[in-house]
């Protein structure tokens, strides 16, 4: 399957949720990454990895772990983070999950781009219409999963 041509905006906020999910690669979680990117700044507010299995907390998803570093970051003032997430976006390499995608929604997040598609779990119309969507990336973001389903077999180690 080919990517379509993509906004130079789009590939570049796509590659830095890459480099995300890459490191939760690196530290044995499942590889997610996403970053959240203000409209007016193109300024990244807030990055997040899978974090389910150094935390043990299978909420501990690379959207929610985002939202609260910006949460942490804004001394936990929920308005003003709602204001900054209603205009933002949420480039994410997996398409989230209902859990997720349905937060992002009452956080205010109206716009989300994904990678690939979560066909098991996804929320953002895989499973249930939750949000309007993009696709970037689908190739890289899917190898990125791939290779670690790949080491996920090598090693025999089972994740939940
Ligand atoms: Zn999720």
Known sequence: MEDEPLPERHGHFMHEALAEARLALAENEVPVGCVIVHNDTDSILARGRNRTNIEKDATRHAELVAYDALLHANEYDVEAVTTLLRAS???VTVEP???CA?????MGLTEVHFGCRNDRFGGC?????VHTTGSTLNTE????VSEFYWLLRRSRVLYT
């Open 97 to 99: 999950c209902i859990m």
């Open 125 to 129: 119309g895989s499973v249930v219409e």
């Open 89 to 91: 976006t949420l480039y």
């Open 102 to 106: 349905y937060a992002l929604r009452l």
């Open 141 to 144: 973001a899917a190898s990125v």
